[in-house]
T-cell receptor, first 113, second 113 residues
Protein backbone atom coordinates (compact mmCIF):
# COMPACT_ATOMS: atom_id res chain seq x y z
CA UNK A 1 0.00 0.00 0.00
CA UNK A 2 1.01 3.63 -0.39
CA UNK A 3 3.07 5.21 2.33
CA UNK A 4 3.12 8.81 3.49
CA UNK A 5 3.76 11.17 0.60
CA UNK A 6 4.93 14.77 0.71
CA UNK A 7 5.16 17.48 -1.88
CA UNK A 8 7.15 19.18 -3.15
CA UNK A 9 10.27 17.12 -2.48
CA UNK A 10 12.41 20.23 -2.80
CA UNK A 11 11.53 23.89 -2.53
CA UNK A 12 13.82 26.87 -2.99
CA UNK A 13 12.29 30.20 -2.10
CA UNK A 14 13.39 33.75 -1.55
CA UNK A 15 13.41 35.25 1.91
CA UNK A 16 10.08 36.88 2.66
CA UNK A 17 7.97 34.65 0.41
CA UNK A 18 5.27 32.30 1.68
CA UNK A 19 5.51 28.55 1.14
CA UNK A 20 3.02 25.72 1.50
CA UNK A 21 4.08 22.14 2.16
CA UNK A 22 1.72 19.23 1.67
CA UNK A 23 1.40 15.85 3.37
CA UNK A 24 -0.74 12.89 2.32
CA UNK A 25 -0.86 10.40 5.21
CA UNK A 26 -1.40 6.67 4.98
CA UNK A 27 -5.05 5.97 4.29
CA UNK A 28 -6.94 5.33 7.52
CA UNK A 29 -4.35 6.91 9.80
CA UNK A 30 -6.11 9.36 12.09
CA UNK A 31 -3.01 10.89 13.66
CA UNK A 32 -0.68 13.15 11.69
CA UNK A 33 2.54 14.81 12.83
CA UNK A 34 4.85 17.47 11.41
CA UNK A 35 8.56 17.60 12.30
CA UNK A 36 11.52 19.48 10.94
CA UNK A 37 15.16 18.52 10.81
CA UNK A 38 17.72 21.28 10.59
CA UNK A 39 21.27 20.52 9.45
CA UNK A 40 23.09 18.34 11.98
CA UNK A 41 20.13 18.21 14.33
CA UNK A 42 17.59 15.62 15.34
CA UNK A 43 13.96 15.86 14.40
CA UNK A 44 12.06 18.68 16.08
CA UNK A 45 8.35 18.11 16.73
CA UNK A 46 6.11 20.89 15.38
CA UNK A 47 2.45 19.88 15.60
CA UNK A 48 0.10 16.91 15.94
CA UNK A 49 -3.36 16.40 14.46
CA UNK A 50 -5.91 13.93 15.74
CA UNK A 51 -8.49 13.96 12.98
CA UNK A 52 -8.75 17.56 11.83
CA UNK A 53 -7.91 19.20 15.12
CA UNK A 54 -4.59 20.15 16.61
CA UNK A 55 -4.91 20.25 20.41
CA UNK A 56 -1.59 22.01 20.95
CA UNK A 57 0.13 24.39 18.56
CA UNK A 58 2.86 25.49 20.95
CA UNK A 59 5.51 23.46 19.10
CA UNK A 60 5.30 25.71 16.06
CA UNK A 61 8.47 27.86 16.02
CA UNK A 62 6.73 31.19 15.47
CA UNK A 63 3.42 32.73 14.44
CA UNK A 64 4.64 32.66 10.83
CA UNK A 65 3.97 28.92 10.91
CA UNK A 66 0.48 27.48 10.59
CA UNK A 67 -0.92 24.07 9.77
CA UNK A 68 -4.27 22.66 8.90
CA UNK A 69 -5.77 19.31 8.09
CA UNK A 70 -8.98 18.81 6.18
CA UNK A 71 -11.22 15.77 5.81
CA UNK A 72 -9.07 13.87 8.28
CA UNK A 73 -6.55 13.32 5.51
CA UNK A 74 -4.31 15.83 3.73
CA UNK A 75 -2.41 18.36 5.79
CA UNK A 76 -0.64 21.55 4.77
CA UNK A 77 2.08 23.38 6.65
CA UNK A 78 2.33 27.04 5.68
CA UNK A 79 5.27 29.28 6.44
CA UNK A 80 4.70 32.97 5.87
CA UNK A 81 7.47 35.52 5.24
CA UNK A 82 10.13 32.81 5.18
CA UNK A 83 13.47 33.44 6.86
CA UNK A 84 16.82 31.76 6.23
CA UNK A 85 16.58 29.93 9.57
CA UNK A 86 13.47 28.17 8.24
CA UNK A 87 15.72 26.18 5.89
CA UNK A 88 15.36 22.53 6.91
CA UNK A 89 13.82 19.24 5.90
CA UNK A 90 10.16 19.18 6.90
CA UNK A 91 8.88 15.68 7.66
CA UNK A 92 5.35 14.44 8.04
CA UNK A 93 4.36 11.23 9.82
CA UNK A 94 1.10 9.41 10.40
CA UNK A 95 -0.12 6.67 12.70
CA UNK A 96 -3.25 4.78 13.74
CA UNK A 97 -4.34 7.29 16.37
CA UNK A 98 -2.16 8.49 19.26
CA UNK A 99 -0.01 5.39 19.39
CA UNK A 100 3.67 5.34 19.05
CA UNK A 101 4.79 3.82 15.76
CA UNK A 102 4.77 6.71 13.36
CA UNK A 103 5.40 6.23 9.66
CA UNK A 104 7.32 9.02 7.97
CA UNK A 105 7.18 10.52 4.53
CA UNK A 106 10.35 11.34 2.55
CA UNK A 107 10.27 15.00 3.59
CA UNK A 108 10.37 18.36 1.84
CA UNK A 109 13.75 20.05 1.71
CA UNK A 110 13.15 23.79 2.06
CA UNK A 111 15.92 26.22 1.19
CA UNK A 112 15.39 29.92 1.84
CA UNK A 113 17.84 32.12 -0.05
CA UNK B 1 18.03 21.27 26.94
CA UNK B 2 18.21 18.00 25.04
CA UNK B 3 16.00 15.37 26.60
CA UNK B 4 17.26 12.56 24.35
CA UNK B 5 20.97 12.33 23.72
CA UNK B 6 22.98 10.21 21.34
CA UNK B 7 26.54 11.03 22.23
CA UNK B 8 28.23 9.21 19.36
CA UNK B 9 27.74 11.05 16.06
CA UNK B 10 29.23 8.08 14.20
CA UNK B 11 30.16 4.45 14.72
CA UNK B 12 32.15 2.13 12.47
CA UNK B 13 31.70 -1.64 12.81
CA UNK B 14 33.03 -4.55 10.81
CA UNK B 15 30.52 -6.62 8.86
CA UNK B 16 29.39 -9.65 10.86
CA UNK B 17 30.21 -8.10 14.25
CA UNK B 18 27.80 -6.59 16.75
CA UNK B 19 26.78 -2.93 16.47
CA UNK B 20 25.76 -1.23 19.70
CA UNK B 21 24.11 2.18 19.53
CA UNK B 22 23.51 4.06 22.74
CA UNK B 23 20.96 6.61 23.86
CA UNK B 24 20.45 8.51 27.13
CA UNK B 25 17.41 10.46 28.25
CA UNK B 26 16.65 12.90 31.02
CA UNK B 27 12.85 12.99 31.18
CA UNK B 28 11.62 10.36 33.64
CA UNK B 29 8.09 10.74 32.25
CA UNK B 30 9.03 9.07 28.97
CA UNK B 31 7.19 5.74 28.80
CA UNK B 32 7.91 4.53 25.30
CA UNK B 33 11.11 4.42 23.31
CA UNK B 34 11.72 3.81 19.64
CA UNK B 35 14.57 3.44 17.20
CA UNK B 36 14.33 4.74 13.66
CA UNK B 37 16.71 4.17 10.77
CA UNK B 38 17.24 6.78 8.08
CA UNK B 39 18.86 6.58 4.68
CA UNK B 40 19.86 9.78 2.82
CA UNK B 41 16.97 11.59 1.13
CA UNK B 42 14.41 9.31 2.78
CA UNK B 43 12.19 9.70 5.82
CA UNK B 44 13.00 7.75 9.00
CA UNK B 45 11.83 4.14 9.05
CA UNK B 46 10.53 2.60 12.26
CA UNK B 47 12.81 -0.20 13.45
CA UNK B 48 11.92 -1.37 16.95
CA UNK B 49 10.34 -0.04 20.12
CA UNK B 50 10.14 -0.80 23.83
CA UNK B 51 7.70 0.13 26.55
CA UNK B 52 9.00 1.35 29.90
CA UNK B 53 7.49 -1.72 31.58
CA UNK B 54 9.98 -3.94 29.77
CA UNK B 55 13.75 -4.08 29.77
CA UNK B 56 14.30 -5.93 26.52
CA UNK B 57 12.62 -6.34 23.16
CA UNK B 58 13.97 -8.46 20.34
CA UNK B 59 13.08 -8.57 16.66
CA UNK B 60 15.32 -10.67 14.46
CA UNK B 61 18.81 -9.17 14.39
CA UNK B 62 17.68 -6.15 16.42
CA UNK B 63 17.42 -6.01 20.20
CA UNK B 64 16.66 -2.95 22.29
CA UNK B 65 17.62 -2.84 25.97
CA UNK B 66 16.19 -0.36 28.45
CA UNK B 67 17.81 0.51 31.80
CA UNK B 68 15.31 2.82 33.49
CA UNK B 69 17.40 3.48 36.58
CA UNK B 70 20.24 4.72 34.37
CA UNK B 71 17.86 6.37 31.87
CA UNK B 72 19.72 4.57 29.15
CA UNK B 73 18.76 2.45 26.19
CA UNK B 74 20.75 0.69 23.56
CA UNK B 75 20.15 -0.94 20.20
CA UNK B 76 22.11 -4.07 19.36
CA UNK B 77 22.39 -5.27 15.78
CA UNK B 78 23.90 -8.70 15.30
CA UNK B 79 25.30 -9.70 12.91
CA UNK B 80 25.84 -6.31 11.26
CA UNK B 81 25.27 -6.21 7.52
CA UNK B 82 26.27 -3.64 4.86
CA UNK B 83 22.63 -2.59 4.44
CA UNK B 84 22.59 -1.53 8.08
CA UNK B 85 24.75 1.48 7.21
CA UNK B 86 22.45 4.43 7.94
CA UNK B 87 21.71 7.09 10.55
CA UNK B 88 19.93 5.70 13.60
CA UNK B 89 17.70 7.93 15.70
CA UNK B 90 16.59 7.20 19.21
CA UNK B 91 13.17 8.66 20.09
CA UNK B 92 10.98 8.81 23.17
CA UNK B 93 7.39 9.60 24.00
CA UNK B 94 5.28 10.23 27.07
CA UNK B 95 1.60 9.95 27.79
CA UNK B 96 0.16 8.69 24.51
CA UNK B 97 2.14 10.43 21.81
CA UNK B 98 0.09 13.60 21.45
CA UNK B 99 3.19 15.68 22.10
CA UNK B 100 5.03 13.94 19.31
CA UNK B 101 8.28 12.08 19.60
CA UNK B 102 11.43 13.59 21.07
CA UNK B 103 14.41 12.59 18.96
CA UNK B 104 18.13 12.41 19.54
CA UNK B 105 20.50 13.85 16.96
CA UNK B 106 21.31 10.45 15.49
CA UNK B 107 24.29 8.15 15.13
CA UNK B 108 25.72 7.41 11.71
CA UNK B 109 26.49 3.68 11.60
CA UNK B 110 29.02 2.59 9.00
CA UNK B 111 29.44 -1.13 8.37
CA UNK B 112 32.90 -1.90 7.03
CA UNK B 113 33.30 -4.90 4.67
Amino acid sequence: GAGVSQSPSNKVTEKGKDVELRCDPISGHTALYWYRQSLGQGLEFLIYFQGNSAPDKSGLPSDRFSAERTGGSVSTLTIQRTQQEDSAVYLCASSHGPVYEQYFGPGTRLTVT
Amino acid sequence: DQQVKQNSPSLSVQEGRISILNCDYTNSMFDYFLWYKKYPAEGPTFLISISSIKDKNEDGRFTVFLNKSAKHLSLHIVPSQPGDSAVYFCAASEGGGADGLTFGKGTHLIIQP
